[in-house]
């Protein structure tokens, strides 16, 4: 697939101006909201906006409402996205992206504060808090069915929390590893995983979008309940399913899109919920196949949980 000249030249229009070429680097780098980008351009939200429209309009950029927010953040794919890759690939550096990244470590910086603040005070009651929105006995049998029966060679957890899904999946395990950014939330998951009579489980400080854990190195991984807290979720599903070995699986366990706003003032997450096909993209892109997603809606007004499931074939698709 390719761009008449016409399309073309409407492309270039759009990223032609100084500004639209820092906000392309941007994004590149990560998705972003409105609010994040006029802060880091140190310009007026209606101004980043109006470029932000023009690059839109030109399939340069994609927008994606979320909840009161909008973020932004590149084409997925294609010749427009192609295009985006080749200018910046191009562009000279005389100093101003240093500076755009430093203010965006900066943001980022706040953000991560702000999370791990929160994570800290309410660590304790942690499982309290996630059964406030769908009863966690119904979840938990919908994981354990869509994890399959076992027995696992290796099971991972990514953002482990309190380590519930080890304590809930670790008996068919051969080994486990949690991974957490929280050595607070690490101490927790010790203490249950103890309890639980485990002995066979690894609990790391570990970031979910460099892991350091070799490719196709487990047979199940859990991503449950982490995604909506995150800046860039397709890039922590790439990790994810980067670990998955043929044969093997990915969960990614969270919420459908939602407007409970007060999610994100009051409790730090930064998407409300995700849609079916946005994350059915992001397995294919992980070349993994998709399950039916498994939906669980509370039995009152509030949050839908989802249950993704995402298979590796067993041989590569090449020898197929």
Do not use: C
């Not at 101006?17 to 994040?36: F, G």
């Not at 927010?69 to 996205?81: I, N, Q």
């Not at 599903?237 to 990915?250: C, D, K, N, Q, S």
Request: proline share 5%; glycine share 6%.
């Amino acid at each position: 697939m390719s761009l008449n000249a016409d399309e073309a030249v409407e492309v270039l229009r759009a990223a032609g101006e100084p500004t639209r070429l820092r906000i392309l680097a941007l994004l590149a780098a990560e998705e972003l909201s409105v609010m994040e980008l006029s802060r880091i351009l140190d310009q007026s939200q209606p101004r980043v906006s109006r470029h932000l429209k023009l690059m839109s309009e030109a399939g340069l950029i994609e927008r994606f409402p979320d909840g009161a927010w909008v973020f932004y953040r590149l084409a997925t794919d294609g010749p427009r996205r192609r295009l985006a890759d080749a200018v910046l690939d191009l562009l000279h550096d005389d100093g101003q992206p240093d500076r755009d990244f430093q203010r965006l470590g900066e943001v980022r910086t706040e953000r991560e504060a702000a999370a791990a603040e929160y994570f800290e005070r309410i660590a304790p009651r942690w499982d309290e808090i996630r059964s406030l929105y769908v009863p966690e006995n119904a979840v938990e049998a919908a994981i354990d069915r869509a994890a399959g029966p076992g027995p696992f060679e290796r099971v991972v957890d990514l953002g482990t929390g309190s380590g519930r899904m080890l304590t809930l999946l670790g008996r068919r395990a051969k080994m486990s590893v949690g991974l957490d950014l929280s050595q607070h939330m690490l101490n927790i998951a010790r203490a249950n995983v103890a309890r639980a009579g485990l002995e066979k489980v690894e609990l790391r400080h570990g970031d979910i979008f460099a892991t350091r854990l070799p490719a196709h190195s487990a047979d199940l991984v859990v991503v449950h309940q982490v995604l909506h807290y995150l800046s860039d979720p397709a890039a922590a599903v790439a990790e994810a399913a980067r670990l998955v070995r043929p044969g093997g699986r990915l969960l990614v366990v969270d919420f459908a899109p939602h407007a409970l706003e007060f999610l994100r003032t009051d409790h730090q997450h930064r998407r409300l919920g995700f849609a079916d096909d946005e994350m059915d993209r992001w397995l294919e892109e992980a070349d993994l196949d998709r399950v039916e997603p498994v939906e669980l809606a509370p039995d009152r007004e509030g949050l839908t949980v989802k249950i993704w499931t995402g298979l590796r074939a067993q041989a590569e698709r090449s020898a197929a």
